[in-house]
């Protein structure tokens, strides 16, 4: 294996701040070396979203059979729907040499940074609570009863940013891109990271 083992990066925010947006943008640079874990839910499919590809879209019973094997890393009910991150394709894409991101909730975030302490958690900020007001509005994928809905719990999950290790503030998409790219890179270089190559430099004498 000529490669580091990659890590796992949680990155949380507040439905509509852009995350899905941002972490498919680091996604498809294959130059960064980053990937997306695909979590399984009960939720229904929103339009244009495929099975295999933003979610495994799962019965609610295929999902309890799951937790009952032991098969998740971390799983949570949001809005009424239940979200699980698979253990096995985060592990797969790790020895592969991806940093994995769990694109997951605050108490999804809470399980894994128990399970794996040296996991890295990246908090999404919106500019202001009026801008995510007007973000979900403008999305139209859900019914202006679960908008505000959303709206409130934004509030009480960004009082949970000041538990994160990073934390990015999405007011320029592109700006934010290269925020999170950077906290990517500069993780690359800890010193934990590195070992192989202090090895290496070591026995090259
Ligand atoms: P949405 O239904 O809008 O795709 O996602 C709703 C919320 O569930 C978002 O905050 C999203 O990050 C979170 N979520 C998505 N997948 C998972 C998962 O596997 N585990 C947990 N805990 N939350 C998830």
Redesign the pocket.
């Known amino acids: 294996m000529n490669h580091n083992k990659g890590n796992v990066f949680i990155i949380?925010?507040a439905?509509g701040t852009g995350?899905t947006t941002l972490v498919s943008r680091l996604c498809a640079n294959p130059d960064n070396r980053i990937r997306v874990s695909v979590?399984?839910?009960t939720?229904a499919p929103r339009a244009g979203e495929t099975d295999g590809e933003h979610?495994y879209f799962v019965s609610k019973e295929t999902f309890m059979d799951l937790v009952g094997q032991g098969a998740f890393l971390?799983?949570?009910e949001?809005?009424g729907?239940y979200?699980?991150?698979g253990m096995a394709g985060v592990e797969d894409l790790c020895n592969q040499g991806f940093d994995v991101i769990?694109?997951?909730?605050i108490?999804?975030a809470e399980q894994v940074r128990r399970l794996l302490p040296d996991a890295v958690s990246v908090f999404i900020l919106p500019p202001s609570l009026a801008e995510l007001g007007e973000r979900l509005r403008r999305r139209d994928t859900d019914s202006a009863e679960v908008v505000a809905h959303r709206l409130l719990k934004a509030e009480q999950e960004i009082q949970q940013a000041f538990i994160f290790d990073f934390v990015v503030e999405n007011k320029d998409l592109e700006q934010a891109e290269r925020d999170l790219l950077h906290i990517f890179k500069a993780h690359r270089f800890s010193q934990k990271q590195q070992r192989k190559t202090i090895e290496k430099v070591l026995q090259n004498h």
Request: hydrophobic letters at 25%; charged letters at 20%.
């Open positions: 949380s925010a439905s995350k979590s399984h839910t939720r979610y971390e799983h949570a949001v809005f729907n979200y699980g991150t769990l694109e997951i909730d108490q999804g």
